[in-house]
């Protein structure tokens, strides 16, 4: 079965980096977008990134808190999805989830709802002190 396991998160002071990352198994993701989110306390699951498994193509959630200082990337030959985090600040903290959504049609579309995507992984936590 499909299966993303993140990890890479942690805890670090602002101003710094990390980079999480989602191994992917249990099939071909060639027709898929690998997206990453986040879940602060008390609030909603947000979308962050996504990027299509074959032609790397990359959408960012229009956000002054994502643009700029996240990168999302994937090495095929790993089967692994990135995301770079830099500058990091507290309100970064949150865990951050990798998802799966299949691309309908095999066409690429942008898609930031949650409920979209197919298959999720177990989250890891980052946590930037101040």
């Known amino acids: 079965q499909v299966q993303l396991v993140e990890s890479g998160g942690g805890l670090v002071q602002a101003g710094g980096s990390l980079r999480l990352s989602c191994a992917a198994s249990?099939?071909?993701?060639?027709?898929?977008?690998m997206g990453w989110f986040r879940q602060a306390p008390g609030k909603e699951r947000e979308f962050v990134a996504h990027?299509?498994?074959?032609?790397?193509?990359?959408?960012?959630a229009d956000s002054p808190s994502v643009v700029g200082r996240f990168t999302i990337s994937r090495d095929l030959a790993r089967s692994t999805v990135y995301l770079r985090m830099s500058s990091l600040r507290p309100e970064d903290t949150a865990v951050y989830y990798c998802?799966?959504?299949?691309?309908?049609?095999?066409?690429?579309?942008?898609?930031?709802?949650?409920?979209?995507?197919?298959?999720w992984g177990q989250g890891t936590q980052v946590t930037v002190s101040s």
């Open positions: 249990g099939r071909t993701f060639g027709n898929y977008a």
């Open positions: 998802a799966a959504r299949r691309l309908s049609g095999g066409y690429y579309s942008t898609e930031v709802r949650t409920q979209a995507y197919d298959y």
């Open positions: 990027i299509t498994w074959n032609e790397g193509i990359t959408y960012y």
